[in-house]
């Protein structure tokens, strides 16, 4: 007995102690864990992201550029993702996100136990199975670029997960959780992130559009974006699909019908791979990115915490006046007339080398300025080298206007073979508000980067002639004065030209019949320097020199300035300075910038509007009257312009007005060597002008664009001079006299 309360005694004292000891092994472990916990939270053993992270997740958003009815027309990116709302998601896609990723998505706080421990074991019997929540998979797009395969590292990982899942789920609603994992996935396709992307990439769709099977398609991408790639493996792909239709039927998303038919249909893919270079507008794209660079450095323009803005990650929203129909008029309107024009170009060299004499430097200088020739350089290549490499075949990708070409040639002979095609430029603006509607600068960015509606600079020829008439009109001479139309040497000057309308001749017909000889006294008498103040005053911000030849227009200028400048004609005088940039809003649409464009008074209304009558007369039985023919637009409505050729038709230009749109069109060769022989193909009637009249039929048969087909009103005070010539009585005293006579000595 003793022995036994002996054994009794020892039980009940090892039980005290045992039982002590499970209590402080028992704390030991909680608050280890507490400690582990807290150790993950406060990023021992990884940074997690902050609450203003959480608040404003750091994912590279591509910045979209939008026009003027909110179409995207493009977008600069790293990662391929744009952002999407709730409302702009299809039921479909939640749906098929729930019943595949999350059944219990709505009942749990962010971790999901129940499933957590069950994938446990389904993981130690090896049956590996995922059990990590929608939430737990949106924490980990925001703070890890992947899922980490060390197996030490990836339960830090898992931790990790659950604890910033848990503090999304305290942060956001469960829509705004679901909208946000559909924005941050990563789809494993040409740079396609975010649903909005993998929409437009895989369907040509928008997510709002996605049919259930489509829904299906990409969910199931997202167990394994390359395994389930509908492209590398479609055969994967429609069993993933199928098995994602199945958990929608599953959780009575679908009905057993809707589950047969799409179960039932193959994949339907349509594909559109993003690029720069895609969409509408990319020269213009391209160089409204450097504008808005610019523009941030000038007025300093920074995030809240002192970093620039960078346009390819942080997800800005650019509101463009950019039309989108406007613009595709202009891009289709270049392209049906280009084709015809390259074809008759390439006709006068099919039996001569364009390339020989002085054009020889030409290929020469080609080569220089080619990426190629930089990277064999840079290699430590001779010169004699590089030409040898220049001269060896390779494999290349050529542009054609039916589609490119994939071919072996030489370097040399490429460059050649491009150096044949014709460039153009187009420019359609607004001249009451500046706003740019349309710009087209080149036929083919992808093969032909230059702009050259704003970077590229080119002789005006006779589109800067309204400038001289301009300063004259301005200082009191009549459209009806006449000067004499023959040749003439001033100083050491002498214009050469064509006279037509006899000799004298007024300063409308010579605007009119683009007489050289009359332009030339013009200036002579309103002096060349007060003409080049006043062509820098209409906009024109390349050098202007104080010579007479600017009359006939010895300078260089863009597409961009020329069409601000006739703007101002149109606009009673008024140069408003043409606007790319509406306003820019950040990824939260906050206003961060906003345009307010200069205004210059360059000439008074009243000789505003005569020049726009006088432009009108230049369409209507002058150089310009193509525009009226049907094979060139067959415009009728009241509208003016002027054509420009320069020497050995290296340039045309045509640059048309009517109350609403200024039009500027440029055509030439990338070299100023290559050329038309001829006037009758080369000259601004035939290279440029009916590009005018063809994207503009296009805009006025656009019923929704609004655009008058009226006459240009007269300014606001009417006229003090006479413009109808046979109505108009000569003043034989001073010319700038001639804006302060009464109604006799006008000859009302």
């Known amino acids: 007995m003793k022995r036994e309360s002996k054994q009794n005694r020892i039980t009940e004292e090892d039980i005290k102690r045992y039982t002590l000891n499970f209590w402080k092994i028992l704390l030991a472990i909680i608050f280890l864990g507490v400690l582990f916990i807290a150790s993950v939270r406060f990023g021992v053993f990884g940074k997690l992201p902050s609450f203003q992270e959480l608040e404003n997740p750091k994912s590279n958003l591509a910045s979209e550029i939008l026009s003027d009815d909110l179409k995207v027309l493009g977008t600069y990116y790293r990662h391929n993702r744009s952002n999407v709302k709730y409302s702009e998601l299809s039921p479909y896609l939640i749906q098929a996100l729930i019943s595949t990723e999350d059944k219990r998505f709505y009942d749990h706080a962010g971790i999901d136990y129940s499933r957590t421990i069950t994938s446990v074991f389904h ?21 890890s670029e992947r899922r980490e395969r060390n197996t030490f590292k990836r339960v830090m990982q898992k931790f990790q997960e659950w604890i910033t899942a848990v503090r999304l789920e305290r942060s956001y609603t469960k829509e705004e959780i679901i909208t946000m994992y559909f924005n941050t996935v990563d789809f494993g396709y040409k740079n396609t992130y975010g649903i909005k992307s993998a929409a437009r990439t895989f369907f040509s769709t928008t997510p709002d559009k996605l049919s259930a099977e489509e829904a299906a398609i990409l969910v199931g991408m997202l167990k394994g974006p390359s395994l389930y790639s509908p492209v590398k493996f479609p055969d994967n792909a429609l069993t993933r699909r199928n098995t994602v239709l199945y958990n929608m039927a599953n959780q009575n998303f679908l009905t057993a019908d809707e589950y047969a038919k799409a179960k039932g249909s193959p994949i339907n893919l349509k594909l559109r791979i993003s690029n720069y270079g895609e969409g509408l507008a990319p020269y213009f794209r391209a160089v409204l990115k450097e504008e808005i660079k610019k523009e941030f450095q000038r007025l300093s323009i920074t995030k809240a915490d002192g970093t620039p803005y960078d346009l390819d990650r942080d997800g800005l929203k650019i509101y463009t006046p950019i039309n989108y129909s406007m613009q595709q008029y202009a891009e289709d309107a270049q392209k049906e007339w280009m084709m015809k024009l390259q074809r008759d170009f390439d006709r006068q060299y099919r039996n001569s080398d364009p390339f020989k004499g002085e054009n020889a430097k030409l290929l020469i200088a080609g080569m220089k300025r080619s990426d190629r020739y930089r990277v064999l350089k840079d290699a430590g290549l001779s010169e004699d080298e590089i030409k040898k490499e220049f001269n060896k075949k390779v494999p290349m990708s050529l542009f054609t206007y039916k589609g490119n070409v994939d071919t072996t040639m030489t370097p040399m002979d490429s460059i050649r073979y491009n150096k044949l095609f014709l460039r153009n430029a187009v420019m359609s603006m607004e001249p009451k508000t500046g706003h740019i509607k349309a710009w087209v600068g080149g036929i083919n960015f992808e093969h032909f980067k230059f702009d050259h509606v704003k970077q590229g600079q080119r002789q005006v ?12 009109i301005d200082n009191g001479y009549s459209p009806c004065f006449t000067v004499p139309n023959h040749m003439q040497t001033y ?32 200036i002579n008498e309103v002096g060349a320097s007060n003409v080049a103040s006043l062509t820098k005053r209409m906009g024109i911000t390349s050098n202007v020199p104080n010579y007479p030849s600017i009359s006939l227009g010895a300078y260089e200028a863009s597409v961009f300035d020329m069409v601000g400048a006739y703007s101002a004609f149109v606009n009673h005088g008024t140069w408003i300075e043409p606007t790319m940039i509406l306003r820019i809003e950040d990824k939260n649409g906050t206003p961060i910038y906003e345009r307010t464009p200069k205004v210059v ?18 369409v209507d039985g002058g150089t310009g009257s193509r525009v009226r023919r049907a094979e060139y637009g067959g415009l009728t409505n009241p509208m003016g312009g002027k054509t420009g050729t320069t020497n050995d038709n290296s340039d045309a230009w045509f640059i048309g007005i009517t109350p609403d749109l200024v039009t500027g069109v440029w055509t030439g060769a990338e070299d100023r060597g290559i050329r038309f022989y001829s006037m009758a193909s080369g000259q601004g009637a035939s290279a440029a002008l009916p590009i005018f009249g063809l994207y503009m039929r296009k805009v006025y048969n656009d019923k929704q664009l609004r655009y008058t087909q009226e006459d240009f009103p007269q300014p606001p005070g009417g006229l003090t001079r006479e413009i109808d010539c046979s109505r108009y009585t000569p003043f034989y005293g001073t010319p700038s006299e001639e804006g302060q006579l009464n109604d006799d000595r006008l000859g009302f």
């Not at 020829?461 to 004259?472: E, I, L, M, N, V």
């Open 123 to 143: 993981t130690i019997l090896g049956d590996k199975q995922g059990g990590s929540t929608i939430t737990q998979q949106l924490a980990l797009n925001l703070f």
């Open 601 to 618: 008074k360059a000439i008074n209304s009243e000789s505003a509007y005569i020049m726009v009558d006088m432009l009108k007369g230049v």
């Open 491 to 522: 100083g050491n000057w002498t214009p050469r030209g064509t006279v037509q309308g006899g000799d004298p001749i007024t300063l409308k017909n010579a605007l009119k019949y683009s007489q050289n000889f009359a332009t030339a006294h013009v």
């Open 461 to 472: 020829g006779s589109t800067a002639k309204p400038f001289t008439y301009a300063t004259a």
